[in-house]
């Protein structure tokens, strides 16, 4: 069963980097027909897909974002990682990493993290 | 961006009662349609994909419906355990978007 943890600050301080882990157990990473993503979601808002991973080095990214956002795998580590540059107030957020499944019935996240909150302020 | 409108935003029922989410595309996005429960401090939970596909586990009690633009998610019989945050979510072209959100109280 596959199991996902993020890590990371809780505090951020405004213009800085936000650095974000997320530690899978149960599947490597590495593996072929995963995409693994980021989501996040703000104080009392919906949901906000980020950007994904899959073969280790493909990335996509929310074009909303894409300027501030790398996520890379570290396969060693079984973890995939999220840095947002230059951050501001409105990037405070409960952060969750997932994983996508793709079949050809469609596209989904089937298993979550319980998600990290950070806080950007001074 | 494909937005995605769920209605009500809200809801109130009580145990035992049918209740019906309907969650519509800004455009047609075929099935590629999923449903989360989400529920305080959780994160959301997997229970439709493809917008008519029971998640493995999830009670019969779930199901959903529709195609292009229009979808719903029903619960037959509201339980307990159901009262909760739902949110659509489209997979039909990236970036992937969410509604708002329904949330159903007692």
Do not use: H
Request: proline share 4%; hydrophobic share 30%; with cysteine.
């Amino acid at each position: 069963q596959v199991q996902l943890q993020e890590s990371g600050p809780g505090l951020v301080k405004p213009s800085q980097t936000l650095s974000l882990t997320c530690t899978v157990s149960g599947v490597s990473v590495s593996s072929g027909g995963y995409y693994w993503s980021w989501i996040r979601q703000r104080p009392g808002k919906g949901l906000e897909w980020i950007g994904y991973i899959y073969n280790s080095v493909n990335t996509y990214y929310n074009p909303s974002l894409k300027s501030r956002l790398t996520i890379s795998v570290d396969s060693s580590k079984n973890q995939f990682s999220l840095n947002v540059n230059s951050v501001t107030a409105a990037d405070t957020a409960v952060y969750y990493c997932a994983r996508e499944l793709r079949y050809f019935q469609g596209y989904y996240f089937d298993s979550w993290g319980q998600g990290t909150l950070v806080t950007v302020s001074s | 961006d494909i937005q995605m409108t769920q209605s009500p935003s809200s809801l109130s029922a009580s145990v035992g009662d049918r209740v019906t989410i309907t969650c519509r595309a800004g455009q047609s996005i075929s099935r590629f349609l999923n449903w989360y429960q989400q529920k305080p401090g959780k994160a959301p939970k997997l229970l439709i994909y493809a917008a008519s596909n029971l998640q493995s586990g999830v009670p019969s009690r779930f199901s959903g419906s529709g195609s292009g633009t229009d979808f719903a998610l029903a619960i037959s019989s509201l339980q307990p355990e159901d009262f909760a945050t739902y949110f659509c979510q489209q997979s039909y072209d990236t970036p992937w978007t969410f509604g708002q959100g329904t949330q159903v109280e007692i």
